[in-house]
């Protein structure tokens, strides 16, 4: 069973900070995706990365970056994190190829920037 | 650009009862999936029902069913004989059939099964 992880079920961090969310797979899919979600908008896309080293902007980048060094492992950062981003991320994982391929995800980070 | 849009942000109905869940989307694209996502208090996305464009036939899954209008550029979801299990956000979402696997997503709709 494919398996997403991400590291941290709660964060708590401050304005200004640098945040790193963590989001690990296991079954070697090529893509793998950032979602935040908040009350009343659903999910959003913020990035999405097809290869190592190899990204996408999504719907909402602004404010965030992303790092693909290994197949396995999709981290996304908040260069100086703000108030506006308290929400909560969610991270997906897919193989490659034509047609339907199921997303997995992981159980999400509730982010709090206070 | 594809939207996605639920109208319903929350209802409410008693456990044995049918609901329905509304979900109109916007494309230009002939190809595409639609998807019903299930998000119970554990956060888990879990996929309740997928539904591809080029098929006539409405997608059933046990309780869970789809109501496809491809012209109309409606989906909703009908839940038979709801569960207090069924009680957490649905999400519609649409995915392109061409490209990489990157969903577009509803505002969700909060449903709670009462006893």
């Known amino acids: 069973d494919v398996k997403v992880t991400q590291s941290s079920r709660y964060l708590v961090k401050r304005t200004g900070e640098k945040v790193f969310l963590e989001c690990v797979q296991d079954?070697?899919?090529?893509?793998m995706f950032w979602y935040r979600q908040d009350p009343g908008l659903g999910l959003r896309l913020i990035y999405f990365s097809y290869d190592v080293k190899m990204k996408e902007k999504g719907d909402i980048p602004e404010g965030y970056s992303v790092s693909r060094e290994k197949k396995e492992r999709f981290s996304l950062i908040l260069e100086s994190a703000s108030t506006n981003q308290t929400s909560m991320y969610l991270c997906?994982?897919?193989?490659?190829?034509?047609?339907?391929?199921?997303?997995?995800f992981g159980n999400g980070t509730r982010l709090t920037v206070t | 650009a594809q939207t996605v849009t639920q109208s319903q942000p929350e209802m409410s109905v008693q456990e044995a009862e049918t609901v329905t869940l509304s979900c109109t989307y916007d494309t230009s694209e002939n190809n595409y999936y639609l998807f019903w996502y299930k998000q119970p208090p554990s956060r888990q996305m879990i996929l309740v029902i997928r539904q591809e464009a080029y098929k006539q036939q409405n997608a059933t899954e046990n309780r869970f069913s789809v109501n496809f209008q491809k012209a109309a550029k409606s989906f909703s979801l009908k839940i038979s004989d709801s569960q207090l299990g069924d009680t957490a956000m649905y999400f519609c979402a649409f995915m392109k059939d061409q490209g990489a696997q990157k969903l577009v997503f509803g505002q969700g709709t909060r449903l709670t099964i009462n006893p």
């Open positions: 997906a994982s897919s193989l490659a190829g034509r047609g339907y391929r199921p997303l997995h």
């Open positions: 079954m070697d899919h090529e893509n």
